[in-house]
C-alpha cells in the first residue's frame, strides 16, 4: 500500500462546466498529491463540487493523505 500527501492547489474554478456533461455549472480543484511527505513523484487529483464553492472548502473536501492499494 502507497500513501500520497497533499502538498498544494494547482488549480481552482469557481464556476466552470463539468467536462463529462458540459449543461452542468461547477467548481472544481486540482491537488497535487507526492509518494513521499518530503517530495517524491507527482501525482494530481482533481475534485468538484457546486458553483461557487469557495478555495478555502476544497482544502477540507480533498483529504490530506490518500491509500492506495
Known amino acids: 500500500m502507497k500513501n500520497l500527501y497533499r502538498r498544494s492547489l494547482v488549480k481552482y474554478k469557481d464556476n466552470t462546466r463539468d467536462h463529462k456533461d458540459r449543461r452542468k455549472k461547477i ?11 518530503y517530495g ?5 487529483k ?22 492506495q492499494d
Open 27 to 37: 467548481a472544481y480543484a486540482v491537488f497535487s498529491y507526492f509518494d513521499s511527505p
Open 40 to 44: 517524491g513523484i507527482e501525482y494530481r
Open 46 to 67: 482533481s475534485f468538484t463540487a457546486k458553483p461557487g464553492t469557495p478555495e478555502a472548502d476544497f482544502w477540507e473536501i480533498a483529504p490530506e493523505i490518500i491509500t
